[in-house]
Each structure stands twice: as structure tokens, then as C-alpha cells.
């Protein structure tokens, strides 16, 4: 049994704080990506940043989510490898992975009747074993990373009853209680509104800061990937188009070569971030040159 945790539980500790000059633990080299008979990702190389956010943006079907997967090691590469510290981590033991890389899939789905205490638990399982049971550190585990995504006076909770920005939470508390160094999460404010997109991404970014693990994630929304991101990946057709931080990328220009978004990059008057005001042919002040 898991009892319920307080929600005061502190943070877990973290590991040991890294920066994006420090060497790269997790990189793709020359990675063919697909499923089936259809190639999706071709010949990529991309570095990812050591304890910074980067955000892989791009149209929709241009290899985000299937990278992800492979960085995940979800998805088994073509051609090409993914290196996780040094190593390719196709030929890790499945454990050894979990033990350092953490991953949300897009559109997770929970066991029917499962509570949240027992999903989270479920993030123990790489650090188990036939010599190794549940301990007090694992008790632990779970109610911080509870506590951390301010979850836990849902802990006996069926996850089935649960809001979508609830359940998104209880998921991340799951990635968090394997305790690992990387976090990947795909399309986390996926079926969320805009209050509950910005409550996870706040959470996101307040769990990178204050326990300085790398994070990888893949989001649609551009304005919130260059407010929450140190680092984006601007992907197209299953290729690599611009890397760096967002003041780098974002332009008016890429935003038409990658995406066809006829746009004005403006300073966000909150962040001091570049934002994207998408240019349409209807409510456009004059002078405004509109899409033809």
C-alpha cells in the first residue's frame, strides 16, 4: 500500500546540476526514421542541450513525435543511432534507460481503475528488482514527486476521474518518480485549454529549474514553445531546418519556409521573447500586407 502523501513533501533532489555547455548526454547521429514503408525522418544529427528545455516545433506529420520516440528509444532507428552518454542506446538493457531517461508519450493511457498513487508507483519500476523490492526510498520517490506537481491530495484517486490537466500531472509525477536525469514529453498540453496548457508548462519549467534535468519536449503551440524554451528544434519534412535559442530561430522568415505562415515576429510584452501574430486575409488593419 502507498498511503497518501502531504502535500508539502519536499522536492526530490535532483541530479547532479548541468548546463548547456556541459558535454551532451543525448544526441542523434545520421537517424532514418519510419513506419511501415514510409520513411519519415531522413538522415538526421541533432545534439540536444544538457539541462536546458528545448522545444521541437514544426507543421504537422514532420517527424516531431517519431524523433521523439526514437530519442525515447520507442522507436527503432533505420539507419543512424541515438547515443544516450556516449552509448547507443539500442543496445542499453530497457532498465539501464529508464534509469536515466524519463518519457511521456502523447495520449498516455492509465489501466481502468487504477489510482494515482499506484500509476506514479509504476515510475519505481526501473529501480526494482528480484533483490531490490519497494523500500522507503521508493515510498519517497512517489510522494515527492506527488507533492512536486501539487498532486497529492489526489493520490487515492481513480485516474479515471480525473480533468485532463489533472491526469497530465499525474503522468509527469510518474516520469518524475523514476528520478532520471532527462525527461521527454510528447505534446504535453495535448486536449488542455489555455489556462491548464499554461499551469503545465509553469510546472514543467519550475521542475527544470529547481531540479535541473534536461528537458526534451514536443509542442505545437509557438508562442508557448518559445516562452517556456531555452532551445528550439525547427523541424520539416522529417529534416532539421534551425537550431538555437528562440530569439535565433524565430523569424518571419523561417516561419513561411517551415510552416507557409505569412506572419510579423514582435516583441511579447511579457516574456521580451520574440511572439508570432499570424497574418491571415480577413481582420487585418490597413497597410498590412495580407496573404494572397
Not at 551532451?24 to 544529427?45: K, N, Q, S
Not at 523514476?178 to 508548462?201: K, R, S
Not at 508570432?276 to 496573404?291: A, L
Request: net charge negative; hydrophobic share 40%.
Amino acid at each position: 500500500m502507498i498511503p497518501q502523501p502531504p502535500t508539502t513533501a519536499p522536492l526530490a533532489a535532483g541530479p547532479t546540476s548541468a548546463t548547456s555547455d556541459a558535454d551532451p548526454r543525448l544526441r542523434a547521429e545520421r537517424l532514418t526514421l519510419g513506419y511501415g514503408d514510409r520513411t519519415i525522418v531522413h538522415d538526421l544529427a541533432l545534439t540536444v542541450p544538457t539541462g536546458v528545455v528545448t522545444t521541437i516545433v514544426g507543421p504537422n506529420g514532420c517527424g516531431k513525435s517519431t524523433l521523439l520516440r526514437s530519442l525515447g528509444r520507442i522507436l527503432k532507428p533505420r539507419n543512424g543511432r541515438v547515443l544516450l552518454d556516449g552509448k547507443a542506446i539500442t543496445a542499453m538493457r530497457t532498465k539501464d534507460v529508464a534509469r536515466v531517461l524519463g518519457m511521456l508519450p502523447q495520449s498516455s493511457v492509465a489501466p481502468e481503475g487504477i489510482t494515482v498513487a499506484e500509476l506514479v508507483a509504476r515510475g519505481r519500476h526501473p529501480h526494482q528488482s528480484l533483490l531490490r523490492q519497494w523500500s522507503g526510498d521508493d515510498e519517497s520517490a512517489v510522494a515527492e514527486a506527488l507533492a512536486s506537481t501539487g498532486i497529492g491530495d489526489l493520490a487515492g484517486r481513480s485516474v479515471d476521474e480525473l480533468s485532463g490537466g489533472q491526469r497530465q500531472r499525474v503522468w509527469i509525477s510518474m516520469a518524475l518518480a523514476q528520478q532520471t536525469d532527462i525527461l521527454l514529453l510528447d505534446e504535453p498540453t495535448t486536449y488542455l485549454d489555455l489556462a491548464h496548457a499554461v499551469d503545465v508548462l509553469d510546472l514543467v519549467d519550475r521542475l527544470h529549474a529547481e531540479m535541473g534535468r534536461t528537458v526534451v519536449m514536443v509542442l505545437h503551440d509557438l508562442n508557448l514553445a518559445i516562452r517556456y524554451s531555452d532551445h528550439l528544434v525547427a523541424m520539416k519534412e522529417g529534416s532539421v531546418v534551425a537550431t538555437g535559442a528562440p530569439d535565433e530561430v524565430i523569424t518571419a522568415e523561417l516561419l513561411m519556409e517551415v510552416f507557409g505562415l505569412a506572419s510579423t515576429v514582435i516583441e511579447d510584452p511579457v516574456s521580451g521573447r520574440p511572439m508570432i501574430v499570424p497574418i491571415g486575409r480577413r481582420h487585418v488593419r490597413d497597410g498590412v500586407h495580407v496573404v494572397p
